[in-house]
């Protein structure tokens, strides 16, 4: 298989610069990794997982609908002029993009999140380059390309006939590194939050988890947003004109059930008027609604939720309260 020193893989992410506008992870000025392009930052490709969404380069937190000028058409934002690139995405991102993959298809299609995530090719990254060298989940599909990291190297796997395009016209040494052994040690990681996640849904579902719990939880809230604002499959968001003189431009922003305005209606009520009902909403639409609707829990663990949180009640958190006090 092809593997690649990181001087040899950000060789490759520049080349592809031509065709694609290429994202990956990058170390910011102020010591923080993101996604951003080759030229913001040095590619720091391990560390775990990123600690904005990387969803975020289909779903934006700002993103414009349309202008409409003081006369003449509506005009529609303009198209990319390359598709993306993106790499960074654990195992747990992939499951998360697939699941908003057919949200922003159902019912409707969504014209804004398919302008950019049509033809953009994208990129797993997996093995030994979590926090301090830990082993991270390969995913092994739910991708175009996989990195696996086998300590040294990132091993090259191509999932996907976009992925493999990319990966023959990588000129390095074949090695005869293999994912087997990989592959192994990420069967072996503790899937123990999956179970506690899938036991307090059971809970919720089973009207075993009382009002006081939420007002407990809601108590601990502080609305910062946080937990919205990193979560993955989090997809509402507002709509907001504001208009100059020769033009109106319509926009979406990311929404937060946390916020106190979230349900309110035009006429004051608000069927989600506490902190307990809006915590209890949050936890309850990913593990309880969803499942009904889906036919899954649409958490996937990226872990982003419970390590945003000031207040310690990100998901797992409120999770394992549930397990230890309710089951
Ligand atoms: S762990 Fe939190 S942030 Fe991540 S998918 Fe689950 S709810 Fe969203
Ligand atoms: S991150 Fe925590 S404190 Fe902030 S809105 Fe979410 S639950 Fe509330």
Not at 134 to 162: H, Q, T, W, Y
Not at 197 to 206: W, Y
Not at 279 to 290: G, T, Y
Request: charged share 30%.
């Amino acid at each position: 298989m092809k593997a690649l020193s990181l001087t040899e893989l950000k060789n490759i992410l520049r080349s592809l610069e031509d065709r694609y506008d290429v994202r990956a992870p990058i170390r910011l000025a102020d010591g923080t990794r993101a996604l951003g392009r080759l030229d913001e930052g040095e590619l720091a490709v391990a560390g775990g997982r990123l600690p904005r969404k990387p969803t975020d380069v289909f779903f934006p937190q700002h993103d414009l609908i349309f202008t409409a000028p003081a006369e003449g058409a509506i005009e529609s934002p303009a198209a990319p002029g390359k598709p993306l690139f993106v790499l960074g995405f654990t195992a747990e991102d992939l499951d998360c993009l697939e699941f908003i993959d057919r949200f922003f298809a159902a019912h409707y299609r969504d014209d804004l999140y398919f302008r950019l995530r049509e033809g953009a090719v994208v990129g797993g990254v997996s093995g030994y380059c979590g926090e301090e060298g830990r082993m991270m989940r390969i995913a092994g599909d739910n991708c175009d390309l996989e990195l696996v990291c086998d300590g040294e190297r990132f091993i090259v796997a191509p999932r996907s006939a976009k992925g493999r395009e990319i990966e023959g016209g990588i000129d390095c040494a074949v090695t005869d590194a293999t994912l087997e052994e990989l592959r192994q040690a990420s069967d072996l990681l503790s899937d123990e939050s999956r179970r506690i996640l899938q036991k307090a849904s059971e809970l919720i579902r089973a009207d075993r988890v009382p009002d006081d719990f939420w007002a407990e939880i809601g108590d601990l809230c502080i609305a910062c947003t946080g937990c919205n604002l990193v979560c993955p499959t989090c997809t509402c968001y507002g709509v907001q004109d504001r208009s100059w003189r020769d033009r109106t431009e319509r926009s979406r922003m990311w929404d937060s059930c946390q916020l106190d305005g979230f349900m309110r209606e035009a006429s004051g009520h608000n069927p989600l008027g506490t902190e307990a009902l809006r915590s209890r909403r949050r936890i309850h639409h990913k593990l309880a609604a969803d499942p009904t609707r889906w036919g899954h829990l649409t958490c996937y663990l990226c872990g982003r939720c419970d390590a945003a949180c000031p207040t310690g009640i990100g998901i797992q958190s409120v999770a394992r309260r549930i397990v230890s006090r309710f089951a």
